[in-house]
């Protein structure tokens, strides 16, 4: 279990540093569309006039028939809003979200080992947790432009980050997991 500890610990470090590429880099811009300063300040001032509590809000939604007719002719929009604002270099989110990186890699690791003999070396465990990472990203993020046809591009971009961000941890804690151990034949000579 310590293997897994200190394994989860590098991995929630390596988990930070390519979180901090994917979206506190230029590199971010890629995946979301851009609106000039007029615009931003006009649709902000619509928010905050027709929007009372954070939450996420889809415009129009398809609550009433009205709504639902808006909603087929578009356009449409999903909001996470968040009435109070908050820096845009919030460092306690930095620290909650290496605690969150943390948990996530113990529990990779926790997989991991619970695989045991089963899957031994570091190389097939490493294959499973790319396997896995993979799978979890795609489900979480290609689900939104194919269901709710949200854009491809930031989506796939998050697929992108998150399935490399969970695969480089779970080959870190792989690597960290204890190998195969040697089983000396039934019939080999013992030193007595």
Known sequence: MVRVILGSAVAAIAMFIIGFIFFATPLQRLSVASIDDAQAAAVQ?????NLQRTGTYQVPGTNTPAQTNMYSRGPIATVHYNTGGFAATDTASLVTGLILNFIIAVLIGLGLLGMGQRVPDMASRGRVAVVIAVAAAAYIHLGEPIYLHHDWVHFIY?????????????IIVAWFLPGPRAVAPADAPTDV
């Open 45 to 49: 001032q619509a928010l905050a006039v």
């Open 158 to 170: 998050l697929f992108v980050a998150d399935g490399l961000t969970l695969a480089a941890a779970g």
